[in-house]
């Protein structure tokens, strides 16, 4: 199994910065891939970013202001000039071959 433990996350206003971090624990030999989900309020849980292989991928509504960050078993998740509509409770997400785990989720509000 697979532990995530996230912190960061709060709020902050309009065209402020936050970063998120999330450290794993457990049986993390297994994991190919680690990113970031998020769902808003009424709405589905959605890709932000993800890392595998070195190489990260970002949704186009977060492109050029999120950066992914991995260190073996740790990633963070710089977050730059965040809107209101990046307001949601965001997830770290490790995948093994077999199985994804999933962090509890810190909420992240960007309000004036």
């Known amino acids: 199994q697979v532990q995530l433990v996230e912190s960061g996350g709060g709020l902050v206003q309009p065209g402020g910065s936050l970063r998120l971090s999330c450290a794993a624990s457990g049986n993390v030999f297994g994991i190919n891939a680690m990113g970031w989900y998020r769902q808003a309020p009424g709405k589905q849980r959605e890709l932000v970013t993800v890392?595998?292989?070195?190489s990260a991928s970002y949704a186009d509504s977060v492109q050029g202001r999120f950066t992914i960050f991995r260190d073996n078993a740790k990633v963070y998740l710089q977050m730059n000039s965040l809107t209101p509509d990046d307001t949601a409770v965001y997830y770290c997400?490790?995948?093994?071959?077999?199985?994804?785990?999933w962090g509890p989720g810190p909420q992240v509000t960007a309000s004036s």
């Open positions: 890392t595998r292989g070195g």
């Open positions: 997400h490790a995948r093994r071959t077999h199985d994804d785990h």
